[in-house]
């Protein structure tokens, strides 16, 4: 039975307030300037023009994100931000919740995920989520013991992501994912898995941090980030000639309606593979993952900076 639906409001009881100063004090911002589109201003100048007590730090050719996140949660910083795409906010995350420190989220990247759910849709709204001083904590999702913040998956589009990645480098980033899409759909074969003790032959498996809007395999945006589920949706495999229909369903978000496609809700999935190991992905970073493994929730693990119309 597919999951109901909030249409409009969002639901996230405030935890604490005022972690940094309105000015920035106590907040350290590590700027990833290799995410995103080089358009407008660089957020480095106007993250220093509107908040002047914080800590800006600008990635250069010889430094790590990682290492820059490290180094900015140990400076003594109240709060830890991160301005860059979805892969930068999810290592800015690890370093977050290891400190407990409320992360602020500046979206410079091309989807801007978890940003977007969260109200923040550019610098503007960043910083007002600093002089509000509002942190609001919400939940965090895990595939074989590795976090997420907006989706995971095995499948088919594990399968995309990597062909893509092995082309983008030549061509950039969007003929990569054509050229990959149509290899897809000639060469995928359906992912055969035991998902909560039943066995499946699977197209994709989508797992949703939070449920998400709309129904399909590929939905977009969520109305809460602290409900404490996991979005689960399955395009089963059914006959090896449907292969293009169903495919070109799934990665176009077409499927509620396609036979073999499930929607449920749950808060903990246990998963094995009928090979020694799976490839998965969470938040598009592809891994080997284990033979046997658990999709689950740790609820309100992470606690973020918002805007005061979003609290």
């Known amino acids: 039975m597919s ?7 969002r639901i996230r009881p405030v935890i604490s307030k005022r972690p940094v100063g309105a ?18 201003r ?25 290492d820059e996140l490290a180094k900015a949660a140990e400076v003594g910083a109240t709060a830890l931000g991160v301005a860059g795409g979805d892969g930068s906010v999810n290592a800015a995350a690890a370093v977050a919740m290891t400190r407990d420190l409320p992360l602020l989220i500046v979206p410079t990247g091309t989807l801007n995920h978890l940003a977007r759910d969260l109200g923040i849709y550019g610098v503007e709204e960043a910083v007002s989520a600093v002089r509000a001083g509002t942190v609001q ?39 990569a994912f054509v050229v990959a899409f149509v290899a897809l759909l000639f060469h995928a074969e359906p992912e055969a898995v035991e998902i909560d003790g039943l066995e499946h032959r699977v197209w994709v498996a989508f797992f949703g941090n939070c449920l998400y809007n709309p129904k399909g395999i590929a939905p977009r945006a969520r109305v809460n980030l602290d409900d ?34 499930e929607q449920r809700s749950a808060r903990q999935i246990r998963i094995r593979a009928s090979a020694d190991c799976i490839r998965l992905a969470r938040d598009g970073e592809t891994f080997d993952g284990s033979r046997a493994f658990e999709v689950k929730k740790s609820p309100k693990a992470l606690n973020v900076l918002v805007p005061p119309d979003t609290a």
């Open 42 to 66: 660089a957020p480095t100048d106007v993250l220093r023009d509107e908040l002047p007590g914080a800590i800006v730090v600008e990635l250069d050719e010889a430094s790590s994100l990682d």
């Open 228 to 261: 404490g589920l996991l979005d689960v949706r399955i395009l089963e495999a059914r006959h090896g000639w449907e292969r293009i229909r169903l495919l070109a369903a799934g990665v176009l978000g077409r499927t509620e309606h396609a036979r073999g496609f």
């Open 137 to 175: 904590g919400i939940d965090v999702g895990r595939i074989d013991g590795r976090p997420f913040l907006n989706t995971a998956s095995i499948g088919s589009y594990v399968e995309l992501v990597d062909r893509r990645e092995r082309l983008e480098s030549r061509i950039g980033k969007w003929p």
């Open 3 to 9: 999951p109901t639906y909030p249409i409009e409001g």
């Open 23 to 40: 000015d920035g004090t106590g907040l350290t911002v590590v700027v990833n300037p290799s995410a995103g589109p080089a358009l407008g």
